[in-house]
């Protein structure tokens, strides 16, 4: 299935938008060619719905309408580390590697020329030279890494970035898994997804999507693959979160507004049995999505490079969407491995997917319950991120 990018103007990404012609047809004309032909013709659509062609950059819109982030920017992004409990720590991921699959970087702007990537590759277009033609890989790395006018909230990690995004912040399956293979056999301790495309039609129990077949090998051995949960919750075809976000042990993130209430296009998770497409009902600590964090208005670094040879100003932005949430929440886990590195790919306790249940748990215990609620909510996932406690309750 495709999915794609309405322009800027409307300041949205569509997606799943899938239009299959009404067939009316009387029982006389139902013939053996014509039986034939309605299957072979379903069985096409099936194919489409399920191949997971398209990935997209999780943010709804953003503006970049700002030189110097201001006392507006500033103030939000304490409010949101207040939020979720980054404030208190004295800990930044030192020693952790987290790996972006994005749109790319751009190490021009102010705030991340102080970065040495562990590594880099173009997944989109083969080049050496790292850069950003999106935008979106920027914002996201921003949100962890920014040293500046805007601080990132785990800045002392190391950095891989895998670019499989284009300039229309769209990628393949292919570019996307590969990006996926190519930071688990770089040693990531952390693979972060800003992305999001259809789910498989294969059941649930049974991974036919070379994504969440990237995706599974990484969680063997024992790396935290966190990833945005979607932007249709707004939609009538919101049924699920995205792929690879439906992975059973993939930490699935929806979004939050400044107050904590949800954010109104956070995907919403579909956690019972289905026939079709067939889905084995979701047990605890895996129903999605599993948390939420902050995702609305979310201060941003914006590229204008979009790589040509000029650097970028100082400029800034806000942006939306569970594409940020994601990053929080991967920030969260860097912030935790390095509190406790046991817990890490080469830690003692760590190198297998046992690890990755126990620390989705201790998310489970030491999350922000929605007002009201004392289970999973297909919306609000068993609670708000409180990375505080979330360390804690590991140590």
């Not at 201060?299 to 569970?322: C, F, I």
């Not at 969260?332 to 306790?349: E, T």
Request: with cysteine.
């Amino acid at each position: 299935m495709t999915t794609t990018q309405k322009d800027d103007s409307d300041k949205k990404y569509q997606h799943d938008k899938t239009i299959i012609a009404e067939l009316d047809l009387d029982d006389d004309e139902l013939d053996e060619m014509t039986i034939r032909s309605l299957i072979a013709i379903c069985t096409a659509i099936l194919l489409i719905l399920g191949s997971g062609l398209i990935y997209i950059a999780w943010n709804n819109w953003w503006n970049e309408d700002l030189i110097g982030p201001g006392t507006f920017l500033t103030s939000r992004q304490q409010s949101y580390e207040n939020l979720v409990g980054f404030s208190n720590l004295e800990i930044n991921g030192q020693g952790i590697i987290v790996c972006i699959v994005d749109s790319g970087i751009d190490l021009t702007h102010p705030d991340l020329n102080h970065l040495e990537l562990k590594g880099w590759k173009d997944f989109v277009n083969s080049k050496e030279t790292i850069y950003d033609d999106h935008g979106h890989g920027t914002m996201m790395a921003g949100i962890m890494a920014a040293k500046g006018g805007l601080t990132g909230v785990a800045n002392g990690a190391t950095l891989l970035v895998a670019k499989a995004l284009s300039e229309e912040g769209t990628g393949s399956d292919e570019m996307v898994s590969d990006a996926i293979n190519w930071c688990r056999t770089n040693q990531a301790d952390i693979i972060s997804l800003s992305l999001g495309g259809a789910p498989g039609i294969t059941p649930s129990f049974i991974s036919g999507d070379l994504v969440e077949e990237s995706v599974n090998d990484a969680l063997d051995e024992g790396i935290y693959v966190i990833a945005a949960a979607g932007n249709d919750g707004e939609e009538e075809t919101d049924n699920d979160v995205d792929s690879p976000c439906n992975v059973e042990n993939v930490i699935c993130v929806g979004g939050v507004g400044i107050d904590g209430t949800i954010w109104s296009g956070s995907s919403k998770g579909s956690n019972d049995f289905e026939i079709f497409p067939p889905k084995l009902a979701r047990q605890d600590p895996d129903k999605k999505p599993e948390l939420v964090a902050p995702a609305d208005s979310i201060p941003v670094l914006v590229s204008t490079n979009k790589g040509e040879n000029e650097p970028t100003q100082s400029t800034y932005g806000t942006a939306s969407g569970t594409s940020a949430a994601t990053v929080y929440v991967s920030s969260a886990i860097a912030l935790l491995l390095q509190s406790n590195p046991n817990l890490s790919r080469n830690g003692s306790d760590g190198g297998d997917v046992e690890v990755i249940e126990q620390v989705k748990q201790w998310i489970k215990e030491s999350c922000l319950q929605r007002t009201n609620s004392n289970d999973h909510d297909d919306y609000y996932g068993y609670g708000l991120l409180q990375v505080d406690y979330l360390i804690q309750r590991a140590t």
